[in-house]
């Protein structure tokens, strides 16, 4: 039953959210003036109003003062003890004003005496108070004789209605609790404890009970958690059902009309004016569908409105839904295009116990929304499984998830893929994942969920102090792009060195790292990259030094060094000496951004070596197919050695370019 809640897309859950908000804050109002809302009522009794307007005012503006600069509360029971401090404050304004207790009664400031509000008025004690002595005399006077069972047939679809109205609230509170306090239920959890509790409630004579929204928000907001303070919470509402019945008449309207249109309020601006901007138009459109619905209509209304409005998004946004999984495996057999790499690293690389088969690619397609995305992610798990299964028990280390044939992604599917990160760390210890979008404008979805997928999930305690140095650095969550590769590994230079200097290896991250790369080949680069970091750091961080070193020096004879040092990654078994003499044929050119280093289809002529800036490599057929071109690749080998002409156009893509190249006659 608990996956029922999953079809509940969450701009449902969000309208619903903000319909009890408009009903909670029209309740206040109600309580205020004690009488029915209309906009005649409220005009009639507008000194009662001016009263809770007036304390909602003060309470927002202090809320405002209390916040720190990142917009969260000093005072976190700020709110909580205003309430309670409402009470006081009336009374001393009566009596600094002169008014008398009796007229402010009168006037309908505070609420009824139990005498008057249709209680027992007998004066007894706070026991009669709780328990009707006539509570039981039903059984001893009714006659089953003289029910009218037609009229009890009649009544069935009422009861039945009753029956369903009380089973929505857990499946439409308790996610929308969820995504107000941003965490995790388990909806069978959930359904068996209100069962339990309606259970032992029904067998002692009590009233159903389910989980309150507003109060439970008022709650959480006020800093409220564990067990603890939760039986804190019971006790009191115990001792204040016994005792409320008497000190109700001493309570003023505005202390519960102010509480109410508070709380109504914020969970209102929650549903209608927070999520703007988080859903496409036809979810944002059926938030206010809901949230008016279950303003007007109530709760059974509103759910209706929201199964409407899912069915809509559903029809809308797609056409046909496919498994959003379409296929996976492991990187043994994939390269990225930096494949100069130096025979250490390759090494590494081909390593079957640490190298690309410790790299697990899953890739998605077609359109993820809120009716497959729980079935996208157990497919995910189920094949971390089978990986882990399949290599002795032995799980992957780096999981790259790629949406580069995604065509859509709803907000609520959006939210679960931003989850998949802290799933895959603590349950299967996925120490890197990295997402590729597929796109430079990120994935195809309204909600952030790049920025989303930055933010550091909590690290897994470990009792190494080597992890204990690694995580007091700053968390190391980007962007992936040429770029940024340097200032990654320049980043990671300090705790490489610090571990070296106690002679300590490398282990791995404390939290796991979270990358986005627009493609899959930078998606690899950034893997293979992390690979030969977990095993030799050190030679991240020499070719990181290199390439800034490369950047500020305009030393020839650094150039040569280079250059003979790429030949030799290269040819990593041939005598220094013959690579001197290699490096000879070769001739120094330089290019500037934009210059046409050769055109597709024209005569092969040369090989040449890049030493410094990139190139690109298009394909002038294609709709702006390209490869980039690092500093350390060969270029034109192929064509050369084969009589091939050039199969695509290279052009120079940065400021300034240095190769150094073989011309055919020299070959």
Not at 86 to 113: C, N, Q, R
Not at 235 to 259: H, Q
Request: net charge negative; charged share 20%.
């Amino acid at each position: 039953m608990g996956r029922v809640v999953y079809f509940f897309p969450s701009h449902v859950l969000i309208g619903c959210i903000g319909g009890i908000g408009a009903f909670v804050a029209k309740v206040g109002v109600e309580v205020t003036i004690n009488t029915t809302f209309s906009p005649k009522a409220c005009l009639s009794r507008w000194h009662l109003l001016i009263v809770v307007l007036l304390f909602e005012v003060v309470l927002r503006l202090l809320l405002a003062l209390s916040k720190d600069a990142s917009g969260k509360s000093r005072v976190p029971l700020l709110a909580p003890i205003y309430y309670c401090a409402i009470t006081p404050m009336f009374y001393a304004v009566l009596k600094v004003g002169g008014v008398d207790l009796e007229w402010a009664h009168s006037a309908g400031y505070f609420f009824e005496a139990l005498d008057t509000a249709g209680g027992t008025g007998d004066g007894g004690s706070w026991w009669s108070g709780v328990f009707d002595e006539q509570l039981l005399t039903i059984w001893k006077v009714i006659d089953f004789r003289n029910i009218s069972w037609v009229a009890v047939g009649k009544s069935v679809p009422t009861l039945v209605s009753l029956v369903a109205f009380s089973l929505i609230h857990v499946p439409i509170n308790i996610p929308a609790f969820a995504i107000s306090t941003n965490s995790d239920v388990d909806m069978n959890t959930e359904l068996k404890a209100h069962g339990y509790s309606n259970a032992i409630a029904g067998l002692c004579g009590g009233l159903q009970n389910y989980l309150c929204y507003a109060n439970s928000v008022l709650y959480a907001k006020s800093g409220g958690e564990g067990k603890i303070s939760s039986l804190l919470v019971a006790f009191l509402s115990v001792g204040l059902f016994c005792i409320g019945p008497d000190i109700t008449s001493s309570i003023p309207r505005c202390m519960a009309g102010t509480l109410l249109l508070h709380v109504g309020i914020d969970l209102f601006l929650e549903g209608v004016y927070d999520s703007y901007g988080n859903f496409d138009k036809l979810e944002y459109a059926g938030v206010w569908l809901i949230t008016v619905v279950m303003t007007i209509y109530g709760m059974s209304a509103a759910l209706l409105a929201g199964i409407i409005s899912a069915l809509s998004t559903y029809a809308v946004q797609s056409v046909t839904y496919l498994n959003p999984v379409r296929g996976s495996m492991s990187a043994a057999t994939l390269r990225s295009s930096r494949w100069n790499r130096s025979a250490q690293e390759n090494e590494i690389l081909e390593n079957n116990d640490i190298g690309r088969r410790k790299i697990f690619v899953i890739q998605l397609h077609g359109h993820i929304f809120f009716g497959n995305v729980t079935q996208m992610t157990e497919q995910i798990k189920e094949l971390l499984t089978e990986f882990k299964s399949d290599n002795h028990g032995e799980g992957a280390w780096i999981v790259i998830i790629d949406f580069s044939l995604v065509v859509g992604i709803d907000s609520s599917a959006a939210q679960a893929i931003s989850k998949l990160k802290d799933m895959m760390r603590k349950k299967y210890k996925i120490y890197t994942t990295i997402f590729v979008t597929g796109s430079h404008d990120g994935f195809p979805c309204e909600f952030d969920l790049s920025k989303t997928l930055r933010i550091p999930d909590s690290p897994i305690p470990n009792t190494s102090s080597v992890d204990t140095a690694i995580h007091e650095e700053e968390p190391l969550l980007r962007v992936s792009s040429q770029d940024s590769i340097t200032f990654l590994r320049a980043n990671r230079r300090s705790i490489i060195r610090r571990m070296s200097s106690v002679n300590i290896a490398i282990p791995f991250p404390e939290v796991s790292q979270v990358h986005v790369c627009v493609n899959l080949d930078e998606a690899l680069m950034d893997a293979e990259d992390t690979l030969i970091q977990f095993q030799d750091p050190t030679l991240i961080v020499d070719k990181s030094e290199g390439q800034m070193h490369r950047a500020t020096s305009n030393s020839l004879e650094d150039e040569k060094e280079l250059f003979i040092r790429f030949l030799s990654d290269l040819c990593p078994h041939v005598d220094k000496k013959i690579l001197e003499r290699l490096s000879a044929l070769f001739h120094r050119q330089v290019y500037r951004r934009g210059d046409i280093i050769w055109a597709q289809s024209s005569r092969s002529d040369c090989v040449k070596i890049v030493i410094q800036g990139s190139l690109v490599s298009l394909l002038e057929d294609e709709a702006g197919t390209t490869e980039p071109i690092p500093p350390g690749a060969v270029i034109g080998e192929l064509g050369l050695t084969n009589g091939m002409d050039r199969l695509s156009t290279v052009k120079c893509d940065s400021d300034e370019a240095i190769l150094y190249s073989m011309e055919e006659d020299v070959w």
